[in-house]
């Protein structure tokens, strides 16, 4: 099984839940998170004067997948995903050693 925690810009979540279901996860949990990659924020001009913000609306996207869907969406992800601009994302993928549904004590791939 693998974790996969993908960040993108807001505006990619109908894209992203659209491939959770292509991928048939059975479930995703999608956090509000603030942050920098290399764009490094951006230059505002304001009536008060010039002020930088550096750190950018974002959502982490988290799923647990069994290890034979973990390519398909990582590449579904690439794919649908980018706009081609700096501040797209970054996907990030972990090894899970087990998993317990709580309601059943179902283990493994069966938890998921």
């Given amino acids: ?3 996969v925690e993908v960040i993108i810009r807001p505006e990619k979540l109908d894209d992203m ?3 959770l279901d292509e ?3 059975t479930g995703a949990m999608v956090s509000n ?8 924020g951006y230059k505002s001009q304001h009536h008060n004067g010039d002020y930088f913000v550096n750190l950018l609306p974002k959502l982490k996207v988290e799923t647990v ?18 706009t081609g601009s700096y501040g797209d994302g970054k996907i990030f993928v972990y090894n ?7 309601r059943t004590g179902e283990r493994g791939d069966d938890a998921l």
């Fill in 1 to 3: 099984m693998k974790k």
């Fill in 17 to 19: 839940k659209e491939i």
């Fill in 23 to 25: 991928c048939s996860t």
């Fill in 33 to 40: 998170i603030m942050g920098y990659g290399n764009q490094k």
């Fill in 65 to 82: 997948v069994s290890d034979d869907v973990c390519e398909k969406l990582i590449a579904m992800v690439t794919e649908r995903i980018p």
């Fill in 96 to 102: 899970i050693e087990d998993a317990v549904r709580i």
